[in-house]
């Protein structure tokens, strides 16, 4: 009885300080208002937690983070909320955001409804990544709160590293907006940690200075580093291994301090004019790896202290290295102590944030992170100021011996040459940052630009989309020799195949000055089963070709039916041009990868050398044959063979599009794009915006649909390849749907030829847009669709 009577006491005493909001209140720091109890023998239950003696230990914390610094003991949090909503409301969900992904144990503790408390939610890095109710690298728990009705909550943390608690309250709307902003700030040091990466490597292939390696090697440690400390590592890497979530941080560390003290040896020569500097860059090598070691074989706790403090002795002995080169007079050495006060200052503040000397917040927890990034820039610049020092060293030499000079010409000559490693270094990674750059690109379109700067857009698009074509054909290589890509069956219009290759090379051949034909046999069916996409794409490498080697004349690409079999047809594809021809060699050079018949070819026409390759790899893997028959200057002819099969009979669904003079204007329309993926959500949202349409956007087909019953919209952006509820489903359920009859649905689809089209229109949608999307082909799209419909769907 006075067990119940105390904690009934005890509640209504926390109501007084309870942190009070309501539906207004977007984002709260919950520092100040939490109550705080470290259990020095971490053996406390709740049961404990809530008895009399233990809930007058708990004691308000006076800064707006947590931070214990390495502590052995267990922190208890108490919590207590209060929604007053100005308006009367129903139950409310909320977000708490505990935003310190490297916690071992974190424990959630709810009200059970009967006057105690039940473990809600167990998490944390040593637990496997499914453990965590919402999947992000921090952990947030969804709160369901009732209007006026206080809810106390507990957290108990336990970690053998540092302890942090920046603990936050979030509408989750708040919370999805705030994310684009960190996800920049992420996007940016990893870019430029990648980039430096992919960079340095292609030197060191080039100039095989081990300096670069060891330089690569320790980007590569201290990124890996970077993304186990910021969650990234268990949300995408190692969801399923909670062992080395922890593993990581004090190993990657410790690979980092040996690689660097190693590039510091190699780059600043320290064992030729520094030998004491030498042997204390050494010690700091053993040490990093003793680090490693204990990573793998001791406690998290033990290594990781151990690592951290290799950390600070690393910094401060690389940047001693770094002055006594100066003091040598080595150039490259002002650019080596630039970049290393920039990292020590970064390790330093983060270290002491970790130790518990400074606040935990946004600049001492990225401190290293952006000091990083900025000395691996810094660092390149060293490394490229290097390369010119050595060229001049160089010069001189090959001014005092001829024969010199021919054996490193050959040297650099056969250094130069593409290697298989080039293909590992592309990987699909860059396919995003691309498309972004794109997208970004298309939307400098719509404002006004100056002559000069109209040309820079032009020409950064223009070279964009190479760049793009270039990574695409190397990774669809390398998918190739990897055996990852396989064949598809997809039903696709034979004829919008062909039209749509005639669209994309005709004006490139009419530019040149060349006709250009399609044959396309009458007795052909215009609908055909197999894989449309790789078709189109095998193609496309003979058609290049053909125009590239063609200056005059005409390019010709002829289809026709093979030998028919029931349910059968194979399809036989001619690329012909009137070009310079060639002999062709008695065995398989043609298709080599990287190979091209003749150097002055090389030079004169340019390119990689791979589109044989792939399109003669592809036509295999869809069962094909590819032939040629060439002569010199009288062209070439390619032939590709190609079984395809007939379908089953079905109605044929089409669409019409609406067209006729603009009856809204888009300021009065508002458009819900549904759309997954964070970048593509943020260029189609900048497009519209560009439009003049109102936005609303959804993640998943289940919270569109959810959007939908609350809220009207004109027309609806809807992405088919989504999680939770893909774009077919969710057209389905959103016709049942009261008003949703006739709104038009537009859908994303990845492949404008395949059987993405007839899936679209079959699942009630009004009509698709390929990927990538295009600014104008948007602008059209929603013009005749919403521009030209009136409010009830009647046509203008």
Known sequence: MRYGLFLLLSLLASLAGAVEFDEHTRHLSLGRHLDVFEDVRGEA???????????????????????????????????????????????QAWLLELAYPPLDHVDLYLPDGQGGFHLARRTGDALPFASREIRQNNYLFELELQPDQPMRVYLRLQSQGSVQAPLSLWSPTAYLEAQPSRIYVLGIIYGVLLVMLIYNLFIYLSVRDTSYLYYILYIASFGLYQVSVNG???????????????????????????FGSQFARSFLHTAEHSPWIDRGLRIMMALGALGMVLALTASYDLSLRWTTSVALLFTVVIFSAAISAWLRGMRVARYFIIAWSAFLLGGIVNTLMVLGYLPNVFLTMYASQIGSAIEVGLLSLALADRINAMKEERARILLESGRKLEALNQELANSNRLKDEFLATVTHELRTPMNGVIGSLELMQTLP??????????TAASSARDMMRMVNDILVLTELQAGKLYPRREIFSLRALFDGLRGQFAPRAEAKGLAFELELADSLPDTLE??????SQSLGYLLDNAIKFTARGQVRLRVRPAEARQGQLPLCVEVID????????????????????DGSMTREYGGLGIGLAICRQLVG???????????????????????????????RVSVQRPRGTAVRRPEDCTVLVVEDNAINQLVTRGMLLKLGYRVRYADNGAEALELLRHESVDAVLLDCQMPVMDGFATCRALRALPGCERLPVLAITAHSHSGDRERCLAAGMSDYLAKPVKFEALRELLHDWLLCRTVDGARA
Do not use: C, M
């Not at 197999?530 to 078709?535: F, W, Y």
């Open 621 to 651: 893997l869809l069962g094909g044959t590819l032939s040629h028959e060439s002569r010199p200057g009288q062209g070439s002819r390619f032939q590709l063979r190609v079984p395809l099969a007939l379908p089953p009979q079905a109605p």
């Open 449 to 458: 630009l100056d002559a000069e700067q109209d040309q820079y857009q032009k």
């Open 45 to 91: 239950t709740i049961e404990e937690i809530l008895s009399p003696a233990l809930q007058g230990s708990f004691r308000r914390l006076d800064r707006d983070v947590l931070n214990a610094g390495y502590s052995r003991s267990v922190f208890w949090l108490r919590l207590d909320l209060r929604f007053r909503p100005q308006q009367s409301r129903g139950q």
């Open 232 to 258: 990234a590592g268990i949300e995408y890497f190692w969801p399923n291994n909670p062992w080395w979530a922890n593993a990581a941080t004090p190993f990657l560390i410790g690979s980092a301090a040996l």
């Open 530 to 535: 197999g894989d449309g996409a790789k078709l």
């Open 578 to 597: 009137s070009g310079i021809g060639f002999s062709a060699p008695a065995d398989d050079r043609l298709y080599q990868r990287f190979h091209q018949l």
